[in-house]
């Protein structure tokens, strides 16, 4: 993907850690510091949210997030985000390739 001056685009968020807890069936709060690539300087953030899921099918989710992204020294940004996923099985994915 190109940007506007024609360099390529860099990931908004990179992350460097982070963890999430899973509350019942539908919610889960998420955590992380990470660095956000920037042409003058790389700055250093943390990002705080929560998100909770409505299962449609067996594989089908759609949820809405409300995220918080601190960005260290300068203003940060606040999120609220709608999606629907797929959940996919990696674990089944893994044991079926070593069993071959």
């Not at 990179?14 to 956000?36: C, I, M, N, R, S």
Request: net charge positive; proline share 3%.
């Amino acid at each position: 993907m190109q940007g506007r001056s024609g360099s390529p685009e860099r990931p908004s968020f990179l992350g460097a850690g982070g963890t999430l807890y899973k509350v019942g069936d539908h919610l889960t709060f998420f955590g992380g510091l990470g660095v956000e690539p920037a042409k003058e300087q790389n700055l250093t953030m943390t990002r705080l949210g929560a998100e909770y899921g409505w299962h449609l099918t067996q594989n089908w989710e759609v949820g809405i997030d409300v995220l918080w992204d601190g960005r260290w020294g300068t203003i940060g940004g606040r999120w609220l985000v709608r999606g629907i996923r797929q959940q996919r099985r990696c674990k089944q994915r893994i044991r079926n390739k070593t069993n071959k």
